[in-house]
């Protein structure tokens, strides 16, 4: 599976912003889908996942209620929708694919990233 992010950039404290994940491969709706984001002298760290059964969801407390994670398994793409965007969100955000769901980064594969900026 190889994945591509796109979809971010600058934006003001309070707006909002939508990551997509474009996903190749033919099984796409088999893997847990996952969002993570580093920000600068950071580690890597959880922000969404979501089951590729159920669609069941996963949220970082940080995010809950702000941000929203789905899939498109017909488009073969994961979205992020980022609501009410805080300078702390600042970071460079990764979509992630694996066989399990998980809250950590233990995913087989990886996009690229795409930076997020939040002014304030």
């Known amino acids: 599976v190889q994945l591509q992010a796109s979809g971010g950039g600058l934006v003001q404290a309070g707006g909002s912003l939508k990551l997509s994940c474009a996903a190749s491969g033919r099984t796409f709706s088999r893997y847990a889908m996952g969002w993570f984001r580093q920000a600068p002298g950071k580690e890597r760290e959880f922000v969404a996942a979501?089951?590729?059964?159920?669609?069941?969801?996963y949220y970082a407390d940080s995010v809950k209620g702000r941000f929203t994670i789905s899939r498109d398994n017909a488009k073969k793409t994961l979205y992020l929708q980022m609501n009410s965007v805080k300078p702390e969100d600042t970071a460079v955000y990764y979509c992630?694919?694996?066989?399990?769901?998980?809250?950590?980064?233990?995913?087989?594969?990886w996009g690229q990233g795409t930076l997020v900026t939040v002014s304030s």
């Open positions: 979501i089951s590729w059964i159920e669609g069941s969801t």
């Open positions: 992630a694919a694996g066989g399990i769901v998980t809250k950590k980064p233990l995913y087989d594969y």
